[in-house]
């Protein structure tokens, strides 16, 4: 069993910036694969960002060159540096790991909202 616990959240003016925090616990937190998702009203739930156990990063199109995700396998925690942000980020944002064994678990969400 993995424990996602996200914060960072909040609300920002378009063009500022927010750093999402993850904290897991509950496995060997550096073989998991580590990924942050979004789901905006209405919308479907999207990758936005993935970071794999070798540090392999890939990103949504729509946020290349403005995220970055991390990872401190010391502190169990994965990070999401979200910079000039648009109203189209407006969602809430969730933690999500991948055990080596192919479970899925997901944190409880936190709110971003990007004013315009």
């Known amino acids: 069993q993995v424990q996602l616990v996200e914060s960072g959240g909040g609300l920002v003016q378009a063009g500022g910036s927010l750093r999402l925090s993850c904290a897991a616990s509950g496995s060997i937190f550096r073989l998991n694969t580590m990924a942050w998702y979004r789901q905006a009203p209405g919308k479907q739930r999207e990758l936005v960002a993935i970071?794999?156990?070798?540090?392999?990063?890939n990103y949504a199109d729509s946020v290349k060159g403005r995220f970055t995700i991390s990872r401190d396998n010391a502190k169990n925690t994965v990070y999401l540096q979200m910079n000039s942000l648009k109203p189209e980020d407006t969602a809430v944002y969730f933690c999500?790991?991948?055990?080596?064994?192919?479970?899925?678990?997901w944190g409880q969400g936190t709110q971003v909202t990007v004013s315009s």
């Open positions: 970071i794999t156990i070798g540090d392999t990063t």
């Open positions: 999500n790991a991948r055990t080596p064994w192919g479970n899925d678990y």
